[in-house]
């Protein structure tokens, strides 16, 4: 099915949805949802969660103003889910990488295989005049890639609160090992105007030097490049923006890690599809389960993960 079909597909299984709409961003086609609380935006490429606002609110995602909107690109923003390992595959457990073949590990692209397919559309439905869910699968074949068929299922419920939730499914006939995020940037006035609040006296990989581990028990300013690994953190993750006059809540199902990253200036300037100065707009808080935190599937058996993101 080519694009135009698929459209036309969409538009006549969806299209007459109240507050729903079917787009096409240059290459890449997206559902738009609109109920009496909040909009939100969801592409089929990566069942990828690039916008989301509440009526009357600024834009709670950070979505890049550089984005090209190709077929095969991941959006730089909003929400990818990374699976089935997050960042360089190798800082993945060691029960994760033995599982592949030594010889394509290496040419393995960072974040796993799923930010760039397109999942098929399952599901729109309006539950009340605030809420609306968006229900998105990925059939996920054996390869040499990734030799274990799964099945994933992200439901995207866009309400007062927006909730994030993935379902993994073991489809195959053997066990296998992952780890996953989601990888949210957030949207600021100003980096400097923010503090992070939440992971005081969790344990932390710093992974701008050399994956040392460290704690620290006041509120996260960010005044330089920040990419840190917090594990088994206990509480919501809370995003306090001074300007915005706003409060921003991370609360995890299930993905008991956390990411904060933030590129800073001169990385900013090495990214694909990131402006110069966009670090200044923007907070990554990655909702993960993440090394030790390894899950492992046996056949015929699912396992819920997800985020919830909430304003006051």
């Known amino acids: 099915m080519n694009l135009a079909e698929k459209i036309q597909a969409l538009y006549a299984k969806y299209g007459s949805l109240k507050g729903v709409t079917i787009e096409l961003h240059k290459q890449l086609i997206a559902i738009s949802v609109k109920n009496e ?17 509440r009526v009357g609110e600024r834009p709670l995602l950070w979505l890049s103003e550089a984005c090209d909107f190709k077929a095969g690109t991941s959006l730089r923003g909003g929400i990818p889910i990374c699976w089935p390992w997050f960042g360089d595959i190798t800082r993945n457990p060691a029960s994760l990488t033995q599982q592949l073949d030594e010889k394509v590990v290496a ?3 960072a974040h796993g295989l799923v930010r760039e397919k397109d999942w098929e559309l399952d599901l729109v439905e309006r539950l009340d005049s605030e809420t609306t869910q968006v229900v998105l699968s ?20 866009v309400g007062v609160e927006l909730d994030v939730k993935l379902k993994v499914m073991n489809t195959g ?17 100003s980096v400097s105007a923010c503090e992070v609040a939440g992971l005081e006296g969790c344990n932390y990989f710093d ?13 996260i300013t960010i005044d330089r490049e920040i990419d840190r690994v917090y594990s088994d953190v206990g509480s919501p993750t809370v995003l306090s923006d001074n300007k915005f006059n706003r409060s921003i809540s991370v609360t995890p199902l299930n ?19 990131f402006n110069d100065d966009a670090y200044t707009q923007m907070v990554c808080l990655e909702t993960a389960s993440v090394l030790d935190n390894v899950i492992e599937l046996t056949p015929g058996m699912s396992v819920d993960l997800g985020v919830k993101l909430s304003i006051a």
């Open 37 to 53: 609380a909040a909009s939100a935006t969801i592409f089929l490429q990566g069942a990828q969660v690039a916008e989301y606002k």
């Open 138 to 157: 990925l059939a996920v074949s054996s390869s040499e890639q990734w030799p274990f068929p799964a099945l994933l299922q992200l439901t995207v419920t």
């Open 207 to 219: 992974t701008l030097d050399e994956w040392q581990i460290r704690k620290s028990n006041l509120p």
């Open 173 to 189: 006939s053997d066990a296998f090992n992952f780890t996953t995020a989601f990888h949210s940037y957030l949207n600021l006035s």
């Open 255 to 273: 993905a008991p890690d956390l990411i904060v990253w933030n590129p800073w200036v001169d990385k900013a300037k090495r990214l694909s599809h």
């Open 107 to 109: 040419q393995l692209p």
